[in-house]
């Protein structure tokens, strides 16, 4: 079982930056895959950016490549994401997920997810 909390969201101006965090409740975190994911009012929830357990491999959604950053400090049991040159489009409740496999993370079918937290942008 793997508990995640989310924390850093809040408002910020177009063109700002911010940083999420996820912190990870077990002594396993660094066997997890971890993600991003957003779900704008109205949208469907998607997939921002994914790494994989060692924090080797990285991937990202075309729209945010090259201004946001996943990582992660498996000492700390924490995943983090720096969002640079937000828009407004940016605008989101963020998710972290965690899941064994990559592939599932990639799928959006990650077995567990946080409650999520508020990115607003304003123009």
């Known amino acids: 079982q793997v508990q995640l909390v989310e924390s850093g969201g809040g408002l910020v101006q177009a063109g700002g930056s911010l940083r999420l965090s996820c912190a990870a409740s077990g002594r396993t975190f660094s066997s997890y895959a971890m993600g991003w994911f957003r779900q704008a009012p109205g949208k469907e929830r998607e997939l921002v950016a994914a790494?994989?357990?060692?924090?080797?491999?990285?991937s990202y959604a075309i729209t945010v490549k090259g201004r946001f950053t996943i990582s992660r400090d498996n000492a700390k049991n924490t995943m983090y994401l720096q969002m640079n040159s937000l828009k407004p489009e940016d605008t989101a409740v963020y998710y972290c997920?965690?899941?064994?496999?990559?592939?599932?993370?990639?799928?959006?079918?990650?077995?567990?997810w946080g409650k999520g937290t508020l990115v607003t942008v304003s123009s």
């Open positions: 790494i994989s357990s060692g924090g080797g491999l990285t």
């Open positions: 997920a965690a899941d064994l496999r990559l592939g599932d993370v990639a799928a959006k079918t990650p077995a567990y």
